[in-house]
């Protein structure tokens, strides 16, 4: 089992920067992939970016590829999104999940967080 809290969501300019951050109860974190997903209104939920176990095999949406970057830290628990570049399309709920395997599939994911919402402006 685990626990999923997102924070750092907001108001920003076009162009600005947001980190989001997911902090995980247990102790098992490090054997999850974890995963920021993202659900803008009338539109369905998408994988905006993914890390694997190990930290360092990621995954990104074409869209937002070279403009975020996912992170983790397996001692505290919390895994990161960092946004630039952000752009009004951007504008959605943000998602924090954790897959037991590679995570390639929406399905594998079996914890979510509440979400943060992010909205930029133009």
């Known amino acids: 089992q685990v626990q999923l809290v997102e924070s750092g969501g907001g108001l920003v300019q076009a162009g600005g920067s947001l980190r989001l951050s997911c902090a995980a109860s247990g102790r098992t974190f490090s054997s999850y992939t974890m995963a920021w997903f993202r659900q803008a209104p009338g539109k369905e939920r998408e994988l905006v970016g993914r890390?694997?176990?190990?930290?360092?095999?990621?995954y990104y949406l074409d869209s937002v590829r070279g403009r975020f970057t996912i992170s983790r830290d397996n001692v505290k628990n919390t895994v990161y999104l960092q946004m630039n570049s952000l752009k009004p399309e951007d504008t959605a709920v943000y998602y924090c999940a954790a897959a037991s395997g590679f995570g390639a599939q929406n399905y594998e994911y079996g914890y979510w967080g509440q979400g943060t919402q992010v909205t930029v402006s133009s």
């Open positions: 890390i694997l176990r190990n930290g360092i095999n990621t």
